[in-house]
């Protein structure tokens, strides 16, 4: 069952989280720094034992993840595009299908048993983070409402402030009409769409660079 769009941001129910969103987080937003957003439903709950890189395949299984593999490369720099090292880059998003692997997500799309759809991986000395993964598929939020693509994360290091917010890729038509997604002004949208970069072993890479605020 699905709740009107309006009901769903209403009662917060896209992360349970509206109301707590952290008050620093938000003053800072609009200011350059990456802007945050909601945490969502799915947060992975499901114990796993893989959280490396490589999300398109799991430790100990020979199958690969449907779906279109791509590589997200950014960096995670200060407001003054200083790198950022040591940062833990906490992410998870749906599988190909739309289907996240969590309890509580009612998307009759199927699993997939092969996509890890969680990692945590640190920023280097560069501030350089990297994965690969599948393209997120679109789902069904509520009964007049697709996402588009997109990939949560959470970003925390020690002196900085914790950063919830969501990842979109460029060219999607649903971006222009996502409940979250349009009520960010222009230049907090071009801090959460990533940019195509080029190609990698015939492999789309997406770059995306996030910015994070000093406590
Ligand atoms: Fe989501």
Redesign the pocket.
């Known amino acids: 069952m699905f709740f009107s769009r309006r009901k769903v941001l209403k009662l917060g129910m896209i992360g349970g989280l509206l109301p707590f969103l952290g008050l620093k987080a938000c003053m800072k937003s609009g200011e350059g720094y990456t802007p945050p957003e909601v945490e969502?439903?799915?947060y992975p709950v499901v114990a796993q034992k893989d959280w490396d890189f490589d999300l398109t395949k799991i430790e100990g299984l020979d199958g690969i993840a449907e779906g279109a593999h791509v590589i997200i490369s950014g960096r995670i720099i200060d407001i003054k595009g200083n790198p950022v090292e040591g940062v833990t880059v906490d992410l998870?998003?749906?599988n190909a299908k739309g289907r996240?692997r969590h309890p509580h997500d009612e998307n009759p799309a199927p699993l997939d048993p092969n996509f890890q759809g969680w990692a945590i991986v640190q920023s280097g000395e560069n501030g350089g983070f990297r994965f690969k993964t599948v393209m997120?598929g679109k789902?069904p939020?509520a009964d007049d409402w697709v996402?588009p693509p997109?990939?949560?994360f959470k970003i925390s290091k020690k002196g900085y402030i914790e950063l919830t917010t969501?990842m979109y890729f460029p060219d999607q038509a649903l971006n222009d009409s996502d409940a979250l997604l349009k009520r960010k002004n222009t230049s907090e949208r071009a801090l959460m769409v990533a940019k195509k970069s080029g190609q990698e072993d015939g492999l789309d890479v997406f770059e995306h660079n996030i910015i994070l605020a000093k406590v």
């Open positions: 969502g439903p799915f998870w998003q749906a996240y997120p789902y939020a996402r997109h990939i949560h969501q």
